[in-house]
């Protein structure tokens, strides 16, 4: 290979780019995928980016318990709207892969806008895990308050999970930059 200095900050990106995709498709599309879990009068609610248990896939909800409390606000409404940025994280991560195999196979140019983009990408992905737990904390607050039990699911942790693989693919691809990317010539005799 090339460019060998470019495939640490590939490896994490990809790591980040597939942890990333595994929370944009959380519930209502994969149930195993939730950011909060709440059992309701024996009702079962899991939340995800695009919905929550049985409904339709929709950028921004309500949520279905009407609690009198802060979960009936336009406040949290437009916070549900902000959990968009997940899938707009892993679509900048999976530019930070394509561009760390071009690094990889071709240039250092590669290298360097991978870089870039894994930057952009840790950069939203810490506003959406910010988001997240600001969201779901309050949610998981007003739930407990009213004596329902509630607790985080897994997406949040896959969150923080890619994000901290983004910020090692940042380091690496920004050292990687620095590598060597002389190709050594072959002597035939």
């Known amino acids: 290979m090339a460019a060998s200095p470019a495939v640490p900050g590939l490896f994490f990106c990809f790591i980040a780019m597939m942890l990333l995709i595994f929370v944009s498709a959380s519930v209502p599309t994969w149930d195993s995928v939730y950011f909060l879990r709440a059992n309701v009068g024996g009702l079962e609610y899991r939340f995800g980016v695009f919905g929550y248990t049985g409904t339709q896939v929709r950028i921004g ?107 090692c693919g940042l380091c690496t691809s920004t050292i990687g930059v620095f590598g060597s990317y002389r190709r050594r010539r072959q002597y035939t005799y």
């Open 61 to 167: 909800y309500r949520f279905p318990i009407a609690t009198g409390g802060e979960l009936v606000s336009s406040t949290i409404h437009n916070l549900t709207s902000t959990l968009i940025l997940h899938p707009i994280a892993a679509g900048l991560s999976g530019l930070a892969v394509l561009f760390g195999l071009c690094g990889a196979g071709y240039h250092r140019s590669g290298t360097v806008l991978m870089a870039v983009s894994s930057f952009f990408a840790a950069l939203v992905t810490l506003v959406a895990f910010i988001l997240d737990m600001v969201l779901f904390g309050i949610a998981r607050h007003e739930f407990r308050k009213l004596g329902w039990p509630s607790q985080y699911g897994n997406a949040i942790w896959l969150t923080l999970g890619a994000l901290v693989a983004l910020a």
